[in-house]
C-alpha cells in the first residue's frame, strides 16, 4: 500500500512540474503600447475589449456535465437499492 502511495504521489509531482512549467513560458507577450490619443481612441475597438470568454465557458459546462452525470448515477444506485 505505501509503495502505491509514493508512485501516485511521484506521478502527481511529475505531472505538477510539467504543468508548472508549460504555463509559465506559454505566456503571451505583453501588448504594444497606447497610441497618442490614449486608450479607446481608436475606431477599430471591439465591445467589452476583447476579453476571451471561450475557455470559461467550457470549463464550465464541462464541469455541469459531470455534476449531472455524477446526479444521474447517484439517483441509478439509490433506485437499485429500494427495490429488492
Do not use: W
Amino acid at each position: 500500500m505505501k509503495n502505491i502511495r509514493k508512485i501516485l504521489l511521484a506521478s502527481f509531482l511529475v505531472f505538477f512540474a510539467i504543468v508548472t512549467a508549460t504555463k509559465t513560458f506559454a505566456d503571451t507577450p505583453p501588448p504594444p503600447p497606447p497610441p497618442e490619443g490614449g486608450h479607446g481612441q481608436g475606431g477599430s475597438q471591439v465591445p467589452g475589449g476583447g476579453a476571451p470568454v471561450g475557455g470559461g465557458i467550457s470549463l464550465l459546462l464541462l464541469l455541469g456535465c459531470t455534476y449531472g452525470v455524477y446526479k444521474i448515477n447517484k439517483l441509478k444506485t439509490r433506485h437499485e437499492q429500494e427495490t429488492p
